[in-house]
């Protein structure tokens, strides 16, 4: 899932085969980012310790205030995916908003996929939109209910590799629902897209 493409809030996932009690974004070692956009700001909890590369990636493009002036710019809903679709999805997705005629400040990552992080798509969870693996950027979804589709296996995207969840959204989901209710029946891309203004480090909780 890039910018026109996904091909085609809520418990903090937990590592495969492991149970926690943590409170989400209370974990050791988390990081708190919010963001703000024109509907309001939300809360996205990270953890290096589950995807260190795509986390540290995220991380980079908050510290550089590369994700200022971004946008909420692609909104996917069960009635704007046609009949084709197979396996619908529900995600909200924002970042740089690069599309095709801008290059990325940073390279692209490596691919970590849920079979390696242990991570899923669950409601509130955010993941790395992307084309080919290895491709993902500054571009990012927030899955609104579960998502199974999109782990490692699923069926959304053709590679079956499905998409790197990283974050968790553990405040603010009243302005992801509010910006997931702004999607409309006959595109993805609603018009004029909705803006980010800012994102930046919150909180770290020390472990």
């Given at each position: 899932m890039q910018r026109r493409t996904l091909l085609s809030l809520s418990a903090w996932p937990l590592a495969a085969g492991c149970a926690?009690?943590?409170?989400?974004?209370?974990?050791?070692?988390?990081?708190?980012?919010?963001?703000?956009?024109?509907?309001?700001?939300?809360?996205?909890?990270?953890?290096p310790a589950r995807a260190p590369i795509t986390v540290a990636n995220y991380l980079a493009?908050?510290?550089?205030?590369?994700?200022?002036?971004?946008?909420?710019?692609?909104?996917?809903?069960?009635e704007n995916q046609g009949p084709e679709t197979r396996h619908k999805i529900e995600v909200v997705q924002w970042g740089m908003n690069l599309g095709s005629e801008r290059k990325p400040p940073r390279p692209p990552i490596a691919h970590e996929t849920t079979a390696m992080t242990g991570l899923r798509h669950l409601d509130g969870t955010v993941s790395m939109a992307r084309l080919a693996p290895g491709?993902?950027?500054?571009?990012?979804?927030?899955c609104i209910g579960a998502q199974p589709e999109l782990d490692f296996g699923g069926r959304r995207n053709p590679d079956g590799q499905g998409f790197a969840a990283f974050g968790q959204v553990v405040a603010g989901r009243e302005v992801v629902q509010a910006l997931y209710a702004r999607g409309v029946a006959d595109t993805q891309y609603p018009k004029p897209p909705i803006a980010v203004l800012r994102v930046r480090r919150a909180a770290a909780v020390r472990g």
């Open positions: 926690s009690s943590s409170t989400p974004g209370t974990e050791p070692g988390t990081v708190l980012t919010q963001v703000d956009t024109a509907l309001g700001s939300f809360t996205i909890a990270v953890n493009h908050v510290d550089a205030a590369l994700l200022d002036g971004g946008s909420v710019y692609r909104i996917v809903r069960p491709s993902a950027t500054a571009e990012y979804f927030i």
